[in-house]
C-alpha cells in the first residue's frame, strides 16, 4: 500500500488492534493534549443564594451533622458533572451547621478554606485552638490539621450557620495524594485559648524562635473586620486599579507566601460606579460577594450579583467586573500551584 494512501477503514481496524495492546495513536488527539490556548471543561456558572438557600436549610431537616460528617452542597460546575468540581482543581460548596449541632473532627490531606456567608454562633477548632466564625471571617484548615465545628445552642443565641467550603479536592484527585482520618472523639480537646494564634502572629510580630515548619499559615482565622478596614483605607488613600478595583491578597504572616500553598484567597473592593477593564489569566477563580451590587461578564456570560452570590471565571476566560454600589468580593484560585510551576499567565 502506498504512503498516506490508507483508508478511514485500513485506520479504524489499526486503532481497534493496538487498543487491545493499551496504546492509542497520538495524532489523533495531539489538538487536544497540546492546545493553542487553555480550552477548560467547566463553563462560567453562577448561584444565586436566594435560589439555593431554601435548599441548604432543607438539608438540616434530612439529616444531622454528625450523620452526615459534613452537610454540605456541593457546587457543581454544569461543564463538569458528576465530578465534585467547580473547576478542574477546585471543589466548592455550602455548608450548614444548626444550633447545637457538632461536625465531627476529622484531618485529610486535602487544604480546606471556610468563608462565612451567614449567621453567628458557630465556631471551629483547628490544632487545639477554637475560633468563632463572623459572617466575611476567612478561615483555613490546613492539610492534615485535625479540625472539628460546632454551633451553640439556640438558647444561647445560635443561629443556623451557612460557610463556602473551597478545597483543592479535584487537584489531590489527579494526583492520587488523598488520605483522610477521624479523630477517636467527636472533638479535640481544645488546649489554646481562642485568639492564641492571632496575638502571636496578628500584629507583625512572631514568636522570637519560631520556625515555618511548612507553607500553612499559623492563623487560621482572618477576620473580615480587618480586611473591610484596609480595603477602605486604600480606597480612601486614592488606591484604585482599574481592572481589580482595591484588590488585596491573605498572606502567610511567616512566609510572606498564601495561607495555603495549593490556594490562594483575595478580598476586593469595587467602589460604587465602578466599570473594571478586562482582563484573563490561567488560574481558575470562584467568587463569593460579600457585600454590594454589581455585574461580572466572564466569557460569554453576564452575571448580575448581589450579596452571598457565587460564581465561577474558569482559566483564560475574559472577565470585566463592575458595581452598581461599594461592592466586596472574596475569592479564591489554584494560582500558587500555578506559579510554583512557573505555567501562570495573565493578559490585562
Request: charged fraction near 20%; charge should be negative; proline fraction near 8%.
Amino acid at each position: 500500500m502506498a504512503e498516506g494512501s490508507s483508508t478511514r477503514a485500513d485506520r479504524a481496524a489499526y486503532y481497534e488492534r493496538i487498543a487491545r495492546k493499551n496504546m492509542a495513536p497520538l495524532w489523533e488527539s495531539l489538538h487536544n493534549l497540546v492546545p493553542r490556548t487553555p480550552q477548560p471543561r467547566c463553563v462560567p456558572a453562577m448561584w444565586r443564594y436566594n435560589d439555593v438557600r431554601a435548599d441548604v436549610m432543607e438539608a438540616g431537616t434530612l439529616i444531622s451533622a454528625e450523620e452526615a460528617v459534613r452537610r454540605v452542597l456541593i457546587l457543581e460546575n454544569p461543564g463538569l458533572p458528576g465530578q465534585a468540581s467547580i473547576t478542574q482543581t477546585l471543589y466548592a460548596g455550602l455548608q450548614l451547621i444548626l444550633p447545637g449541632e457538632i461536625a465531627p473532627s476529622h484531618r485529610h490531606t486535602q487544604s480546606a478554606l471556610r468563608f462565612i456567608v451567614e449567621g453567628s454562633g458557630a465556631y471551629t477548632a483547628v490544632n487545639g485552638e477554637r475560633t468563632t466564625m463572623h459572617p466575611g471571617d476567612f478561615i483555613i484548615t490546613p492539610s492534615w490539621t485535625y479540625h472539628d465545628h460546632g454551633n451553640i445552642e439556640a438558647a444561647e443565641g445560635g443561629e443556623p450557620v451557612v460557610w463556602l467550603d473551597g478545597l483543592d479536592i479535584p487537584l489531590l484527585r489527579m494526583l492520587d495524594a488523598g488520605f483522610a482520618e477521624n479523630y477517636p472523639a467527636a472533638t479535640q480537646p481544645v488546649t489554646r485559648a481562642e485568639g492564641d494564634s492571632y496575638a502571636r502572629f496578628g500584629n507583625n510580630m512572631a514568636p522570637v524562635r519560631h520556625v515555618p515548619a511548612n507553607g500553612n499559615s499559623p492563623i487560621f482565622n482572618y477576620p473580615y473586620e480587618r480586611s473591610r478596614e484596609a480595603l477602605d483605607q486604600l480606597y480612601r488613600f486614592g488606591e484604585l486599579d482599574a481592572w481589580d478595583g482595591v484588590k488585596l491578597r491573605y498572606v502567610n504572616p511567616a512566609t510572606g507566601g498564601y495561607p495555603m500553598p495549593t490556594m490562594a484567597t483575595f478580598m476586593q473592593l469595587l467602589p460604587a460606579g465602578f466599570q473594571g477593564k478586562t482582563y484573563r489569566s490561567t488560574d481558575s477563580t470562584v467568587y463569593s460577594v460579600v457585600e454590594g451590587r454589581g455585574t461580572a461578564r466572564v466569557g460569554d456570560q453576564e452575571f448580575h450579583f448581589g450579596p452571598r452570590d457565587l460564581f465561577v471565571a474558569p482559566s483564560w476566560q475574559p472577565v470585566q467586573l463592575a458595581a452598581l454600589d461599594d461592592a466586596i468580593l472574596f475569592s479564591y484560585s489554584d494560582r500558587p500551584v500555578q506559579a510554583a510551576l512557573g505555567l501562570l499567565r495573565e493578559e490585562r
